[in-house]
């Protein structure tokens, strides 16, 4: 079943090519949606996948740690999931097509 989700990223996610890093693993799970950053430094994604599996997975993979030429460049500290079923869910706040990141600051 289609899991439709908010998702709210706490940490070292601002700066550190976080969003791109999301796109990248949203891309290889066929999940798609939007990422954009909040200006309290959380990341918000707006994530529509194919299935629970996809979805558990890109969480997963969202919480790692990541580096770059061996420096740690993020880290999700508090990954936070809203269903579309559940309270304080918002849905995407614009069109999308495949998994943009966006370079507004919501």
Known sequence: KEMIATILVEGKVQGVGF?????????QLGISGLARNLRDGRVEIFA??????AFGNFIEKLGEEYSFIGVVRGKAENIAVIREDED???GPWKQFDGFEIDFETG
Request: hydrophobic share 40%; charged share 20%; no cysteine.
């Open 48 to 53: 529509q996948a194919p299935d629970d599996g």
């Open 19 to 27: 969003r791109a890093r999301a796109q990248s693993i949203a891309l």
């Open 88 to 90: 304080g869910f918002t």
